[in-house]
């Protein structure tokens, strides 16, 4: 069930973020960097917006998990959906409005364009809140399918929506409207259909009963506790994760804050990677830690730490050793690509760090042990956020990249000690040593002895070619330094031999 899930998450993850990909540089060709840039700032507002999930999402996905493990709960699992659904749409209605109300205020005082026309900006705003609020209830009943071990379903229908969500986008900017409007419009519709879908299949895939779902204000004080931790963590992460681009999208140009947003968007495809995994063993370690099976929990512990390393680090050493080289083989544009090189290096170190901390931060949330996360979050805050303010105003988008890098480095070093020690006690030198420790020296080895070989005068062609070929090798590399992953290739391998001969 667990690998079911993790590659029906990676794959449904890696088709979406392969769509958005390819169309980003076509969207840039037809509405302007800064145009991309006011989309940046749309993603920024999104992010800080869901810290209005109050950590609903994640409650859902916990309980249903739970729940679903235990006999006799149906209708108590039917009426926490409907409990928690009420309370999280009257959440998106005051996003939307919360939108519209600062609107002209944003386009006004905030954001600094040089072409578009306010007008645009805040008629696109408007439209930011109606789509923010659309997603929010659709990330809500993502988590719950999720929780009921349904993501193959979930995949299909966030595979099906990025299509329509991004290529959808670039046919009505290419046959009806040029414009920033067009592209927005377009997102609310897609969304529509998007919540549309999700409801209905949660809805479908909860156990049947005979009694009919009802808001009970019983459920909410059960589950506080953990949702208020949630809370808090969710709080001080977005905080943490998007007030560089807040105070970015402020301090630059919108011409500038979109070659910042492209970086950004390079560093969070690694997101796309292990978020899948972390999705697929959540509901998994919550089950194991609710029977108590402690073997099988740091068996599996180890082997998703291991299959996050094999996933993560082969990429990222690509990314941070040849940024500049991926960035002119995607965009075709050199002036892009020397705008966004170095941050691009820099915050993928920092996103593949954060990577790497998934499994220990799904095992905190499967013992419900939110604690952790918040007092590393408000030490981070209090630290971090006045370092961020100051490296991003002298040294501009490069010294809020390095701020990111330097937070997840922090992370590695504290939080993995203090959560082994709390929740897994012998295990620690293990994560550092062979979960991670080894997958990390091979792929630093390999990709960078690629990097010295590199003839510079070579055709974009023969870079592609050439990138391919070390990303290959590094991930055989890191592959063969992870004993869990290694073993399943192995035996991967002896069936082919069986069945090919």
Not at 71 to 76: F, H, I, M, S, T
Not at 208 to 223: D, E, P
Not at 391 to 400: H, I, K, P
Request: net charge positive; proline share 3%.
């Amino acid at each position: 069930m667990v690998r079911r899930n993790i590659v029906a998450n990676f794959l449904g993850s890696a088709w979406q973020t392969l769509v958005s990909l390819i169309f980003i540089p076509f969207y840039i060709r037809i509405l302007g960097i800064e145009a991309w840039g006011l989309i940046g700032f749309f993603f920024t507002l999104q992010g800080v917006l869901s810290l209005l999930d109050l950590g609903l999402s994640a409650t859902l996905t916990r309980e249903t998990a739970r729940l679903s493990a235990l006999k006799g709960r149906e209708d108590e699992m039917r009426d926490l959906v409907r409990t928690l659904e009420i309370v999280y749409w009257g959440v998106a209605i005051f996003v939307a409005f919360g939108v519209l109300i600062l609107s002209q205020y944003i386009s006004h005082n905030w954001v600094r364009p040089g072409q578009l026309s306010l007008l645009s900006i805040e008629q696109s705003c408007v439209m930011m809140g109606f789509i923010i609020a659309l997603q929010m209830p659709a990330g809500f009943y993502s988590g719950g399918l999720m929780g009921l071990q349904e993501q193959v379903l979930v995949n299909i229908i966030n595979g099906v929506m990025a299509i329509l969500r991004s290529g959808g986008a670039l046919l009505v900017l290419w046959l009806v409207s040029p414009t920033i409007q067009a592209y927005f419009v377009w997102q609310v519709v897609v969304g529509i259909f998007s919540v549309s879908f999700l409801g209905y299949f949660l809805w479908r895939r909860l156990p049947k009963t005979l009694n009919r779902a009802t808001f009970r204000m019983k459920i909410l004080s059960g589950v506080w506790r953990f949702t208020a931790g949630m809370s808090g963590v969710s709080i001080l992460t977005v905080i943490l994760t998007q007030i560089d681009k807040v105070i970015l999208s402020k301090m630059l140009s919108l011409e500038a804050f979109g070659y910042y947003t492209l970086a950004t968007m390079v560093s969070m495809s690694l997101a796309k990677l292990f978020t899948p995994v972390f999705y697929s063993i959540y509901p998994k370690f919550t089950q194991l830690v609710a029977i108590s099976d402690m073997p099988e929990l740091i068996r599996i512990y180890h082997k998703s730490c291991q299959f996050i390393s094999v996933l993560i680090l082969p990429v990222a050493a690509i990314l941070v050793l040849f940024s500049y080289e991926v960035m002119l083989f995607w965009t075709h544009s050199n002036a892009t690509a020397a705008q966004t090189y170095l941050l691009v290096s820099i915050l993928v170190c920092g996103s593949a760090l954060n990577g790497l901390m998934n499994p220990p931060y799904a095992l905190q949330l499967a013992f419900g042990w939110t604690r952790l996360s918040v007092i590393k979050n408000i030490v981070a805050v209090v630290l971090v956020v006045p370092g961020i303010i100051l490296m991003a105003d002298r040294y501009g988008a490069t010294g809020a990249a390095f701020a990111w890098l330097l937070l997840n480095l922090g992370y590695l070093v504290f939080e993995i000690p203090v959560m082994h020690f709390k929740l897994l006690r012998t295990e620690k030198w293990h994560w550092y040593i062979v979960d991670v420790g080894g997958p990390f020296f091979v792929s630093l080895v390999v990709a960078g002895l690629g990097r010295l070989l590199l003839n510079q005068t070579g055709t974009t062609v023969f870079v592609g070619f050439y990138l391919a070929a070390i990303f290959l090798l590094t991930a055989i590399g890191v592959v063969m330094a992870a004993p869990s992953i290694r073993g399943e290739a192995y035996k991967y391998l002896s069936r082919v031999k069986l069945i090919y001969g």
